[in-house]
């Protein structure tokens, strides 16, 4: 075996995992000899970027692999730069853990080169999620290589597609329908199988939200629609879901990815329960010497302990350098992750982290949730912007377990604080601790989360409940504390609702019956609150409010 300074580190996979881990062990032990292998030709591109060079909001695919500086991150500039010998056209077949050689095929010559290592690491990515009675053809495509992007960007500045179905609600899903729709005005249909959009991040009332907003900007969405068949006739999509058939000039499918790597699974690699490659927390395998990391890995989720598949290029640039680091020695531990995420949906914003209210029933937690109304900014500074926010936690310990987030507005940086509580195991105690900045233009004078930490809190302890904002208001008595200026058409009362201000209320209590179950609604939920806390203190018994108001009701 050579020395640790000048071993041979062989790497598979040029894409973010594969080229973080290289790089950063070329630089650790510049004598190591570090060879990185790929079958494409088109390597270390942003593949995030890919819906964003569809619309036309990237202008050509380089783009997608150009350093800040301008460079491309071609094999030229990995010798160049990084001191690494990328091979492209490579596609490896198998590798002898014993011989410690890895076996691959030259597609551009007949070549069968076999390279040696001292260490091996796995950085295969992952490939499309197969999908019964999908035929791949001329108007039936999947969306997840440079090729497949160039050629659908192609059909669309021809004039050749102006309607497509896509298959999948997913982030991608929705990330597509957006650049179909927003600059090519297409025709765009969502199918997706479950009963939401999204459905591995976001509940349903939530993701309603969301499904309102992509039908405002003239998106067909049907949920509840597993795909049957796709395929091309006669130039056309034809699909088949729900019993109902859908064509369009193509159809995209975009259902998720799995790991790729069937060929490594001949070589005695392990798997975890989602399929993907099992690691230890310095991202090793059961195999000595050989580190995998990226798309075609199982991580640990913070909240369950629980093996998830998080396929997120943020995570796999992170583990790639904890591979660098652990192939030179420095025995750096990747810990467990919180799922965070975010998506652009024409002009609003979304973002997630942690679990859901099912998932984290799924998993065996008692879960509650508060929902809130919010302006990104002071209300009167000319530049706020709504957002809607749903915050998960566990009954009983308070312990946060999750952020759901959409909106106009600023709510990723929301969700990236929520998420370092939850690496912390914070409490919505521990919400209300945090400091955060203020000035008119960035922020209020709290925080739409130390507010909504603080509507969790009295939630507990008043036993006054915020239910859900798509909650049915029958068998109730529905009071609407919101002055008559804001009820409009865009914003209504409620059916069979009295119209009472909450500057009123004091002064015309008497009007509302105390021996019927009371409903409050207001616009964001933060008068309908305070309403129902001094409601119960006169003496009413039965009153919940509307969480998160009818601004966020109305947005289904």
């Known amino acids: 075996m050579s020395s640790p300074k000048n071993q041979k580190i062989v790497v598979i996979g040029a894409s973010a995992a594969g080229l973080k881990s290289a790089a950063r062990a070329k630089r650790l032990m510049p004598e190591a000899q570090v060879t990185v292998l790929d079958e494409r030709s088109f390597i270390s591109y942003g593949a995030c970027g890919l819906p964003y060079y569809l619309s036309g909001d990237v202008e050509n695919l380089d783009k997608l692999r150009e350093t800040v500086y301008g460079l491309i991150r071609d094999p030229d500039f990995f010798a160049t730069v990084k001191g690494l010998d990328v091979h492209t056209g490579i596609r490896v077949v198998r590798f002898d853990p014993e011989r410690k050689l ?3 095929v030259n597609l551009k010559k007949d070549e069968r080169p076999v390279f040696p290592y001292d260490k091996l690491v ?15 053809g001329e108007a039936c495509s999947f969306f997840h290589t440079p090729e497949e992007a160039t050629a659908l960007r192609k059909g669309l ?10 298959v999948g609600g997913g982030f991608i899903g929705v990330e597509l329908a957006g650049a179909f729709s927003e600059l090519w005005g297409c025709e765009v249909t969502v199918l997706e199988a479950t009963d939401r959009l999204l459905p591995q991040l976001m509940d349903a009332e939530m993701s309603a939200s969301i499904a309102g907003q992509m039908r405002r900007n003239r998106v067909e969405v049907h949920t509840g629609m597993p795909v049957t068949r796709a395929s091309t006739e006669g130039g056309k999509a034809l699909v088949a879901a729900g019993g109902k058939s859908f064509r369009a000039d193509r159809v995209v499918v975009a259902v998720g990815v799995v790991p790729r790597i069937s060929w490594a699974l001949e070589s005695g690699i392990e798997t975890g329960p989602c399929g993907g490659v099992a690691v230890g927390e310095r991202l090793e395998t059961n195999l000595p010497d050989v580190f995998a990391a990226g798309d075609c890995v199982e991580v640990v ?7 998830v598949l998080i396929p997120l290029g943020s995570l796999a640039n992170r583990q790639g350098r904890v591979v660098g680091d652990n192939l030179a020695g420095k025995l750096t531990r990747f810990g467990p992750v919180a799922g965070s995420a975010c998506v652009k949906i024409f002009d609003w914003n979304v973002a997630t ?44 310990t308070r312990r946060l ?3 759901q987030a959409c909106g106009a507005g600023e709510v990723v940086k929301r969700v990236d604080v929520l998420a370092s509580l939850l690496h912390r195991e ?15 233009p960035y ?3 709290l925080d739409p989360l130390h507010t909504l930490g603080c509507a969790a809190l009295n939630q507990e302890e008043s036993g006054i409940p915020g239910i859900r904002p798509d909650s049915s208001l029958a068998n109730r008595y529905v009071l609407d504390v919101r002055t008559p200026e804001e009820i409009t058409d865009e914003y209504p009362t409620p059916t069979g609702a009295v119209n009472i201000p909450l500057q009123e209320l004091r002064s015309r209590v008497d009007e509302l019956p105390q021996d019927e179950p009371l409903l409050i609604v207001c616009a964001m939920g933060t008068r309908s609150s305070e309403a129902s806390r001094w409601l119960v203190s006169r003496g009413f018994t039965d009153v919940v409010y509307l969480a998160g108001g009818m601004n966020l009701r109305v947005q289904r």
């Open 102 to 104: 890895v076996e691959a």
């Open 122 to 136: 796995i950085a295969t990515g992952a490939r499309p999620r197969p999908l019964i009675g999908v035929q791949p």
């Open 157 to 166: 500045e021809t004039g050749q597609i102006s309607s497509v179905i896509v």
């Open 301 to 307: 989720h913070r909240l369950t302990g629980r093996p």
């Open 353 to 396: 982290t942690g679990l859901s209210v099912v998932g984290a029933k799924q998993n065996g937690l008692r879960a509650k949730a508060i929902w809130g109304t919010f302006m990104d900014s002071a209300h009167y500074h000319p530049e706020h912007k709504q957002i809607f926010l749903k915050l998960v936690y566990e009954e009983g």
């Open 401 to 403: 377990l999750g952020l």
């Open 426 to 440: 914070g409490t919505l105690e521990d919400l209300l601790e945090l400091e955060f900045c203020y000035s008119p």
């Open 443 to 445: 922020n209020a004078p």
